[in-house]
């Protein structure tokens, strides 16, 4: 039996997290805005010395639809 998963949501898909561009200290993912139409948000900030960045995705799963 075969069973089709459906997309799995965002929060659960795991999210690499990118190097701080100003002292490569791994960032945190704080915020996530999924795009209903467009692509989504996700907003990192490093914990070492607050830098945020913000990462637009354009995820390939949706724009399969
Ligand atoms: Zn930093």
Known sequence: MSEVY???EPTLIPIPR???PACQNRMMLIHVAA???GPGLRIF???KCGNVHK???DDPTRAAE
């Open 55 to 57: 990462v637009s995705t």
């Open 45 to 47: 900030e490093c914990s």
């Open 18 to 20: 990118p190097p701080c």
């Open 6 to 8: 459906a997309r799995p």
């Open 35 to 37: 795009g209903c139409d």
